[in-house]
């Protein structure tokens, strides 16, 4: 499965983002899909993860409460819908199938979009 994720950019502190991320090669209805990120000198690290029809959930401590991850399995797409931004939130994020909590267990990643928020 290849995955396409998009919706970065630059947002001010408190700003809101939504991120996409839409998958094709087959349907990942049967997949949980999750969202990492990597800042700069960093490891990734996990961000949220939804199951394969979105009924459970689980998230970083960092952004529960502030990110809410959701699924379309008739669009094939996951997102991730990040509020009350804060400048810790910069990085890369990358989306990811087939796995839950962590990253050794997706077997596919997207190529990243870039998240800056400015303090």
């Known amino acids: 499965v290849q995955l396409q994720a998009c919706g970065g950019g630059l947002v001010q502190a408190g700003g809101s983002l939504r991120l996409s991320c839409a998958a094709s090669g087959r349907r990942v209805s049967d997949l949980g899909l999750g969202w990492f990120r990597q800042a700069p000198g960093k490891e990734r690290e996990f961000v949220a993860v939804?199951?394969?029809?979105?009924?459970?959930?689980s998230y970083a401590d960092s952004v529960l409460g502030r990110f809410t991850i959701s699924r379309d399995n008739a669009k094939n797409t996951v997102y991730l819908q990040m509020n009350s931004l804060k400048s810790e939130d910069t990085a890369v994020y990358y989306c990811?199938?087939?796995?839950?909590?962590?990253?050794?267990?997706?077997?596919?990643w997207g190529q990243g979009t870039q998240v800056t928020v400015s303090s």
């Open positions: 939804i199951n394969w029809n979105g009924d459970v959930t």
């Open positions: 990811a199938a087939g796995g839950w909590s962590a990253a050794e267990d997706f077997h596919s």
